[in-house]
């Protein structure tokens, strides 16, 4: 029995060599792929000096891609290589002047050398490239309010935290906003952060100063204002049914509008997406949700996104139209998958990972025009 085991082993791994010397063949890009696959990984490891000899070598088969070009910058911002980096990054702003991640890490680089105006400069060249780019929009504040430009730092922030409410949270323990802090469109931000963690369930100020990183005193002026706008109620805890300690909830209809998101987070009524921009956008979402499976191998969540591109009523019908053999593709591999299990999804990942790739390329520009 066990020589039969071996044998039946040393087929399959026959066969899978096999496989990757056809492959190898088949996709030019087979090499660059494995190097920069080989790079991530030294990078996981913090081994940032061989991660830059792996990405270059990979450079040298392919040396304008965009992708092991990013990777190449942050390794070597990493390692304080500032003029490195910079040079990278203009190398991909070369090939294209409208990539907003390039722009928003080449601001970073400035940031680290304390050119905040030249920061400011990079920065602003992200947003315009991507208007939805919250990470981008929150470092724009951050670099106005290093140059004492408090009332735009304000509406950069207020931007950012529009866009991705984290952001509201990370500010209050961000030095950077140190110029804008006795601001009162600062302290609005508090109250939203104050009302947010509320409604998570945090009830008492304790808890709130713990999960917000506001100190008790803001805390308190926080909640005295919310209070004073019929946003919150404060009611009694009792404590080891003797002591009684305050807390503060949300008002029953502001519980229900905050639930629905009808309004945004500073009282401004969010404005709805054009269908042709939501649709792109819950599209990219699921392309990123299929990567992510697919790069965990796990089989189960990949048959599920699966469902996202090839049902009409969900993103199917916008597959058909824009990607009509991608989206023949991809139903062919759910049935395979159903068929073969998790060796046929580790036998064609890179096909899969290759092939959402350039779906999500093209997604992002048809993105980039609606959005403009």
């Known amino acids: 029995m ?15 060599t096999e496989q990757k010397e056809i492959t190898s063949l088949v996709d030019p890009d087979y090499n660059r792929k494995k190097l920069f696959k080989k790079g991530v990984n030294l990078m996981a490891d913090e081994k940032l000096e061989d991660a830059v000899e792996v990405f270059e070598q990979a450079l040298r088969i392919d040396p304008e891609n965009i992708e092991t070009l990013m990777k190449l910058g942050y390794t070597r911002f ?32 400035h940031y680290e050398q304390k050119k905040y105006a030249k920061a400011l400069d990079a920065v602003e060249k992200a947003v315009e490239s991507d208007p939805t780019y919250g990470m981008a929009w929150y470092n724009k504040g951050c670099f106005q ?3 004492n430009q408090v009332p735009e730092a304000l509406e950069s922030l207020k931007r950012s935290i529009e866009i991705d409410v984290k952001n509201a949270r990370k500010s209050m323990r961000d030095r950077d906003f140190l110029n804008v802090r006795a601001e009162e469109g600062f302290k609005r931000i508090e109250e939203v952060v104050v009302l947010e963690s509320i409604r998570q369930g945090y009830h008492t100020i304790g808890a709130i100063v713990w999960t917000t990183y506001i100190d008790s005193k803001d805390v308190e002026t926080a909640l005295k204002k919310l209070m004073s706008k019929g946003l919150i109620i404060q009611n009694e805890k009792r404590v080891d049914g003797i002591h009684r300690i305050p807390v503060w909830d949300l008002v029953p209809e502001v519980a229900k509008k905050l639930g629905e998101k009808k309004k945004g987070l500073f009282g401004i009524t969010t404005k709805k997406l054009p269908p042709p921009v939501e649709d792109l956008k819950n599209l990219s979402i699921a392309i990123q949700t299929a990567k ?70 093209t997604v992002t520009k048809k993105l980039r025009k609606e959005v403009a």
């Not at 066990?2 to 899978?16: A, D, G, M, P, Q």
């Open 2 to 16: 066990k020589k039969s085991f071996l044998r039946k082993s040393k087929e399959k791994e026959s066969e899978k």
């Open 78 to 109: 990493h390692l304080d290589d500032h003029a490195e980096a910079l040079r990278v990054y203009d190398k991909i702003l070369d090939i294209d002047v409208t990539n907003p991640e390039a722009w928003n890490l080449k601001s970073l680089v």
């Open 145 to 147: 309010s290093l140059l």
């Open 292 to 361: 992510e499976a697919i790069e965990e191998e796990d089989i189960e969540k990949t048959l599920n996104v699966f469902d996202e591109f090839i049902e009409k009523s969900r993103s199917g019908e916008q597959m058909i139209d824009n990607f009509f053999d991608e989206h023949r593709e991809i139903r062919l591999w759910k049935i395979r998958l159903k068929d073969r299990g998790v060796d046929y999804l580790i036998d064609n990942k890179e096909k899969m990972l290759d092939l959402f790739d350039n779906v999500e390329s």
